[in-house]
């Protein structure tokens, strides 16, 4: 996301972004209006988060077309859109002309986005859409492992941004399996060193919450952090705002601890 970057105490402040998908996951359980995702991501944005980020998937369980029409017309904050490199994903792209786009893999089975996507296997493909994204100043942002050889691909393929995926970090956390973490974190540090040294931004996101973002939001060459579940789930305990204010201030705690 283009939002100028701040400073915290001597450190670069690092962003968040908070998807509201399952804001309308809840809303589509029942049908009608409510909860209105819109009226989450300005909740949000009132609560420190520097821009948005909503999924619109193929078979539209969650986001729906209005919300990402709606989004981009009322948003004060960058949108990222996530959507799988196809046509149909691209032709909305094109017509909204969000902030920014993250290409994720997708399945119509899973519940959530598993991993990261091919790149290396789907490089000629991705390397068209990126181009056609870039070519109508969308920013390109590639959901990747931090592997050497997907960083490298994107870096290929002409990425503006990667966005590393922390789930099996939070999920070895989640096992306190203290090998594992040390093994995943370290993967996420040196996928982060490559990714900035090939001139990419540098992202990471999925299954964060208040007791497994600091490991992340102390590597440097992070600048933006994408988390939604977890915040949604808190709201529902103490709101919204607070969440978001309190996840905000664990990622500044621990730029200041780097």
């Not at 493909?125 to 070519?135: A, F, G, I, P, R």
């Not at 503006?160 to 993967?187: F, K, N, Q, S």
């Not at 529902?236 to 990622?251: D, E, N, P, S, Y």
Request: hydrophobic share 45%; with cysteine; glycine share 10%.
């Amino acid at each position: 996301m283009t939002v100028t970057t701040g400073k915290d105490e001597g450190h670069e402040a690092l962003r968040l972004g908070v998807n509201i998908d399952h804001v309308a996951t809840i809303r589509n359980a029942r049908g009608g209006h409510h909860p209105d995702p819109l009226r989450a991501a300005h909740i949000a944005i009132e609560g420190g988060a520097d821009g948005i980020t909503a999924h619109l998937r193929e078979d539209r369980r969650h986001i729906s077309d209005s919300d990402i029409a709606r989004l981009k017309a009322e948003l004060t904050r960058p949108l990222n859109l996530e959507m799988a490199a196809t046509d149909e994903m691209v032709a909305i792209a094109l017509k909204h002309v969000p902030n920014a786009c993250c290409l994720v893999p997708e399945r119509r089975e899973e519940r959530t986005t598993e991993g990261g996507l091919d790149v290396v296997g789907g490089a000629s493909h991705l390397s068209t859409v990126v181009d056609k994204l870039k070519t109508a100043g969308i920013r390109v942002s590639l959901f990747i492992e931090p592997e050497p050889a997907a960083i490298d691909a994107s870096a290929r393929v002409g990425a503006d941004i990667v966005e590393l995926h922390t789930g099996a970090y939070c999920v070895r956390a989640l096992e306190d399996d203290v090998t594992g973490v040390a093994r995943e974190l370290e993967r996420l540090k040196v996928g982060a060193e490559l990714a900035h040294a090939a001139g990419m931004e540098v992202h990471a996101g999925h299954g964060l919450t208040y007791n497994t973002v600091k490991a992340v939001a102390r590597l440097p060459q992070i600048v933006e952090l994408n988390i939604g579940h977890f915040l949604i789930g808190e709201a529902i305990f103490g709101g919204l705002t607070a969440a978001v204010q309190h996840m905000r201030a664990l990622m500044a705690q621990a730029r200041r601890e780097t």
